[in-house]
């Protein structure tokens, strides 16, 4: 079956710098058109989305409250995709998920932030801001 395991959580302080990694295992089809997102949810909030990327193309998207501090890429020679985090605020304490839509033409440039666009999730990984 098809895994995502996100790791590189942890519990930092305000201004410092952060990297988020998601690697993608048991998927042997062509990996130039994958979409992968960035979730969180912080405690008795919902799932938001906050980056995506495109592999092939690169195309990235990202939500206003990350923009500028945060970075989404990707290398698939790794089979990884990443999330860097500059300058986090407390505020971004929540546990990170990552996200894919296997298979697809693109990221919807609409709905790349909601959920029902990904069909395979990771287990999630804990960042703290203090």
């Known amino acids: 079956d098809v895994q995502l395991v996100e790791s590189g959580g942890a519990s930092v302080q305000a201004g410092g710098s952060l990297t988020l990694a998601c690697v993608l295992s048991?998927?042997?089809?062509?990996?130039?058109?994958?979409?992968f997102g960035w979730f969180r949810q912080a405690p008795g909030k919902g799932r938001e989305g906050i980056a995506a990327?495109?592999?092939?193309?690169?195309?990235?998207y990202y939500d206003s409250s990350v923009q500028g501090r945060m970075t989404i890429s990707q290398d698939m020679a790794k089979s990884t995709m990443y999330l860097q985090m500059n300058s986090p605020k407390p505020e971004d304490s929540a546990k990170y998920y990552c996200?894919?839509?296997?298979?697809?033409?693109?990221?919807?440039?609409?709905?790349?932030?909601?959920?029902?666009?990904?069909?395979?999730w990771g287990q999630g990984t804990q960042v703290t801001v203090s």
């Open positions: 996200a894919a839509d296997l298979g697809t033409s693109d990221c919807s440039t609409k709905y790349w932030h909601q959920r029902y666009e990904y069909n395979y």
């Open positions: 048991e998927y042997s089809f062509r990996r130039d058109n994958i979409c």
């Open positions: 990327i495109r592999t092939g193309r690169d195309s990235t």
